[in-house]
């Protein structure tokens, strides 16, 4: 499904990824953890076309299509769904209006019909219900003076909708207390599917408590420089990071 | 220096331009070299006007005239005014609009021309004591015209005057609003809109003067420009020497969408007494890229995801309109301005 | 709490305005009066080259042609500019060559003030000395300054305009008035025809100056105008921080300072300019006397990279129409302006900053802090402006108001003007008065109303105190609270 090798990235002429190579087979989930400033969000943008994170070498293919030449909306399209740390506020734009708007540009881009306001109506209804999200908050303004919980469940609830094929899940766990992140967790495992890959970044073993990895990455300095089954998160929650540090 | 004077008596020296310091953003003197002839009657047909669904008597004024709009005490109505240009030529426009106590009144106000008019409008608003003004205002000047519209307000105790400007521009075009605040409880708000396109130009002014104690402001104006429109904002609250417990807001954000769009403000505060709060805030620049690559994640186009943040960033004005029908009709209009070219 | 402590103790010290005595001594003065003669007396009295004397009378013939202008918020009566003299300076046989020759009481009149002309001190590291470099102007002449055999070992010139046009004349025809050109502004054409003395400085490539540089203007006679000229070149990667501190006798006349300040910054160099503005306000309750304060004060950034900061503390002056301002020229290039101007009495300051962004990628931050009391007027006017081809470029201007009392006045008045789409400017203000519940929660503490009023005051300022040199920083903290006496009760 997901293919990146020997991936190189700078952000404002910085190198910050320094040859990432990594697949992820449909039906996997595979963690990404390290130290701050490893790179694991620039990885995250990189893979979804922000401006300003500039690839210098290597390739990224979804289902071996090239990812990177393509506009970030087109990206989206063929499935590649980014959870971001930091959910943007969408003043004046409510999230149902937001999320249909995302839904039915994919749909045309993918060339399938158009949902109706009642079938978008029900699929919205029945993701609020699934996250214990009151239905009248998707009439605000997108995450606008909502806290930082219920700006994550935002986050899943378009996954909900959007149904990609790709996640990218860019510390998800942060900021949510132990009974969020039950419901977080349970939303993105509801998702879990042999025809769905998932990529979790994260810089805590925690959330693959509740998100079980079927292989954990440990990127440093730019580098996938460890790799290993969902006891190296473990081994990682107890030794640390220091490690990766000296060896990089 | 006005353009009134400058109507009436064909003089261009009169006009107001760039020296005069309310007038140096929209300067008229430099632009017209001479002015048209003085309009002549007209008696064809002249359309439907934007709020005709509404329903409300219409004032219709044809190149100049006078006209006056009258709420009894204890009445609650609506009333469109329609002040028309038509053809190439030189007008003013008087309109006097009264309330009575107590009595409601929404106006409907539209300025509609059709060629490189040169028109001058003053309209003059008496609010008795707990009168309730809403006015809403849309002018879909044509791309030649130079117009200058002029409102005086003046309140009672307890009144209320709210309006909602909503302007395309024009070659040059000023709509302005003067408001004698009395405190009292009186409550005032002065919103706009304006979504600019090609060489067209726009000034929307205010001036606020608080004279009594208790008054309060808000305003916020909005707008967007592009190609090489330009847009100026002149907002200035004053209060007088013992307004106390005056609270006054005011604000104006713009977005230029094109490189070589212009917009110039100057959100002026004059303050007299000290017990007060008084605050504003202008922003100038593009759409927040941020919020752009988030909406284009989730799948949306470039242009759509423009157009969608541009029209919350200007629906937050429209939804302050109190009118739900006019609100639409203003929701409609924006739309309609913002897909005109893009 | 002890900061206010010291305040207080020191305002108990003092009168309110406590530079207000007249010295006497011998002086020396130029016809009364403005004509070419006179400015041919100035130019001959600094004994200064040719080129400098056509510049002046050129500037002079187009100064008559000018009109005052009438646009600030100020009001003030018509100034005779022929009832007043336009040179005066301190009667010496040669002009002291050190210290030791400096006149004791000259020396004896900055010592009041609170200002080391004693380079020894601070050589001899006696405790307290502050070490840094003084140029002091007293009139129309610069008396003395000090280290500059110190500064020379660096490469940098810090000496008195007056010599810089004799000894550099070079640097100064090739800088002077590239800034602020001779017909800017109507004061700006007067100074440029009969300016008297300030500072020069040149900082070569390359250098940090090593200590900070400070000029002490002081009028000391009777119906006199001071026109102080300065010009600062930081070249290529040169870094300087400068300062300016002003005072005046207690008169019943009005005197005018009509100061020309020119900044040139090139690549890479940057220039910190601090001003603590002190000039005699006039009577606190009749409003008579005072300085009038006309000032153009520049900087041209207009090298790549180049910065300049301007910070000003303004208490002092009847009447202070000045807007440091920044040409953004040079690529990446940016200004900042932090700016507390404080009236009392009748005092009437019409104050802010252009910031003028010309190139691509420049930046700009205006933090301005006014607070009026009395029967004073305070306006902040200033322009933010992007040229087309500023792309990317930035401002961010937050400006505060705060009254105390009934009967002051406080203006906002900025102009916005973006010429391009890539230009983001944000500008917030507020006006307000001291808040009563704040007042009260610290006079319950234990503070009387005039210590809980400079308390809240000073932390109202505190962003822009952060931002003066540490030794200054005291004294202009103490400087807010003087200028606020009797504001309150």
Redesign the interface.
């Known amino acids: 499904m997901l293919r990146i090798e020997n991936l190189h990235a700078t952000v404002a002429g910085k190198p910050i990824l320094k040859g990432i190579d990594l697949t992820v087979p449909a039906g996997e989930v595979h963690a990404i953890m390290g130290p701050n400033g490893a790179g694991k969000s620039t990885l995250s943008y990189v893979l979804?076309?922000?401006?300003g994170y500039d690839v210098t070498a290597g390739a990224a293919s979804l289902d071996g299509e090239n990812l990177l030449a393509l506009?970030?909306?087109v990206?989206?399209?063929r499935g590649v769904?980014?959870s971001?740390q930091y959910?943007?506020?969408?003043?004046?734009?409510p999230a149902l209006?937001?999320?249909r708007?995302?839904?039915n540009?994919?749909r045309r881009?993918r060339g399938e019909p158009e949902t109706t306001a009642p079938e978008f109506l029900k699929l919205a209804r029945a993701a609020a219900a699934a996250l214990k999200i009151d239905f009248d908050m998707l009439k605000r303004?997108l995450n606008v003076g909502f806290s930082g919980g219920e700006k994550k469940r935002m986050e899943v609830l378009?996954m909900a909708i959007?149904k990609p094929r790709l996640l990218i899940l860019d510390e998800t766990d942060s900021g949510l207390d132990i009974d969020a992140l039950k419901i977080v967790s349970d939303g993105v495992n509801a998702l879990r599917s042999t025809e769905r890959a998932m990529l979790v970044i994260t810089h805590y073993q925690r959330l693959l408590e509740h998100i079980r990895p079927d292989r954990v990455h440990v990127l440093a300095e730019g580098r996938i420089v460890d790799s290993g089954g969902p006891e190296l998160a473990l081994e990682l929650e107890r030794a640390g990071y220091d490690k990766y540090a000296r060896a990089a | 220096m006005t353009l009134a004077a400058a109507i009436r008596t064909g003089d261009v020296s009169l006009l107001p331009g760039r020296r005069d310091e309310a007038w140096r953003w929209t300067d008229l003197r430099g632009l017209l070299r001479a002015l048209p002839p003085l309009s002549q009657p007209f008696t064809g047909e002249v359309g439907a006007g934007p709020f005709d669904a509404l329903g409300g008597a219409t004032c219709a004024l044809l190149n100049g005239g006078a006209g006056e709009i009258v709420a009894q005490a204890g009445d609650n109505k609506i009333a469109a005014l329609r002040l028309l240009s038509r053809g190439i030529g030189r007008h003013a426009v008087k309109v006097s609009i009264v309330v009575g106590r107590g009595a409601t009144l929404r106006l409907l106000e539209s300025y509609e021309s059709d060629a490189a008019s040169v028109s001058q409008s003053l309209l003059t608003f008496d609010l008795a004591e707990g009168a309730v003004v809403e006015r809403i205002v849309l002018a879909d000047d044509h791309a030649d015209a130079v117009t200058v519209s002029q409102a005086e307000v003046r309140l009672a105790p307890g009144a209320a005057f709210s309006q909602t400007l909503l302007t395309s521009g024009a070659r040059r075009q000023r709509i302005e609003t003067r408001i004698a605040h009395p405190g009292g409880h009186a409550a005032v708000r002065l919103d706009g809109v304006y979504v600019l396109a090609d060489k067209r130009h726009a000034d929307l002014t205010t001036v606020v003067a608080h004279e009594g104690l208790d008054g309060v402001t808000r305003q916020l104006t909005k707008g967007v420009v592009r190609d090489q429109a330009r847009a100026v904002f002149q907002g200035r609250i004053m209060v007088s020497r013992g307004a106390d417990r005056t609270e006054a807001r005011m604000a104006h954000h713009a977005l230029i969408l094109s490189d070589r769009a212009e917009v110039d403000a100057k959100p002026e505060l004059e303050i007299y007494a000290d017990d007060v709060v008084c605050a504003h805030g202008n922003t100038v620049g593009a759409l927040d890229?941020?919020?752009l690559?988030?909406?284009?994640?989730?799948?949306?186009?470039?242009d759509?995801?423009r157009a969608?943040?541009t029209?919350?960033?200007l629906?937050?004005v429209v939804d302050r309109i109190g009118l739900e029908a006019a609100r639409d009709v203003a929701r409609a209009w924006v739309v309609r301005r913002l897909e005109a070219r893009s | 709490m002890a900061a206010v402590k010291q305040t207080v103790d020191h305002v108990e010290a003092l009168e309110a305005y406590k530079h207000g005595f007249v010295t006497d001594i011998d002086q020396e003065f130029a016809p009364k009066g403005l004509n070419a003669d006179i400015v041919r007396f100035i130019s001959a009295k600094k004994d200064e080259p040719q080129w400098m004397l056509d510049w002046r009378l050129d500037a002079f013939e187009r100064w008559l042609a000018l009109e005052e202008p009438a646009w600030a918020k100020v009001n003030f009566p018509r100034i005779d500019y022929q009832d007043s003299y336009y040179y005066a300076a301190p009667k010496a046989k040669d002009g002291p060559k050190s210290l030791d020759e400096v006149d004791p009481e000259l020396l004896a009149v900055y010592a009041k003030l609170g200002i080391s002309l004693k380079e020894q001190e601070v050589l001899a590291g006696v405790e307290g000395a502050p070490r840094y470099a003084v140029d002091a102007v007293f009139d129309s002449v610069s008396v003395v300054t000090t280290f500059k055999k110190e500064l020379a070992e660096a490469g940098v010139i810090f000496c008195s305009m007056s010599e810089a046009i004799r000894e550099h004349g070079e640097l100064v025809r090739k800088y002077l008035a590239s800034v602020v050109p001779v017909s800017d502004n109507y004061f700006a054409c007067l100074n440029s025809a009969v300016f008297s003395d300030g500072s020069f400085v040149y900082v070569p490539p390359g250098v940090r100056c090593p200590m900070e540089l400070s000029t002490y203007f002081r009028i000391n006679a009777e119906n006199s105008g001071q026109f102080e000229r300065t010009l600062i070149i930081a070249d290529k990667g040169a870094y300087v921080s400068y300062l300016e501190g002003c005072t005046a006798p207690m008169r019943d006349e009005n005197q005018l300072h009509a100061a020309v300040v020119e900044l040139v910054v090139l690549d890479d160099a940057e220039i910190k300019y601090s001003t603590v503005q002190n000039w005699y306000p006039g009577d606190p309750v009749t409003g008579k006397g005072g300085i009038y304060n006309f000032v153009t004060k520049r900087a041209d950034c207009r090298g790549d990279r180049s910065k300049v900061s301007w910070t000003q503390v303004e208490t002092g002056s009847a009447i202070t129409w000045k807007y440091p301002s920044c040409v953004l020229r040079g690529e990446g290039s940016s200004g900042e302006f932090y700016s507390i101007a404080i009236t009392n009495g009748h005092q009437q300051a019409d104050t802010g900053t252009k910031m003028i962004h010309l190139g691509a990628n420049t930046r700009s931050r205006i933090i301005s802090k006014g607070i009026s009391a009395g029967k004073s007027s305070n306006t902040y006017r200033g322009l933010v402006s992007a040229h087309p081809k500023a792309k990317g470029a930035r401002n961010f201007t937050q400006c505060d108001s705060l009254l105390i009392g009934k009967s002051c006045a406080a203006h906002t008045v900025p102009y916005i003007e973006a010429r391009n789409g890539q230009a983001v400017f944000e500008h917030e203000a507020t006006t307000t008065k001291l808040s009563e519940d704040q007042l009260f929660y610290v006079m319950q503490r234990g503070l009387s109303q005039e210590e809980a009023v400079q308390l809240l005051v000073n932390g109202f300022v505190k962003d822009v105190l952060q931002q003066l040199p540490m030794e200054f920083a005291v004294e202009a903290q103490k400087l807010v609270a003087i200028s606020l006496e009797g504001s309150v009760g």
Do not use: K, S
């Open positions: 979804t076309g922000r401006a506009a970030p909306d990206r989206a399209a769904f980014l971001f959910p943007l506020e969408i003043p004046g734009v209006t937001f999320v708007t995302a839904l540009a994919q881009a303004a378009q959007l | 890229e941020d919020a690559f988030y909406a284009r994640q989730r799948g949306m186009p470039d759509v995801a969608m943040l029209e919350a960033f629906g937050e």
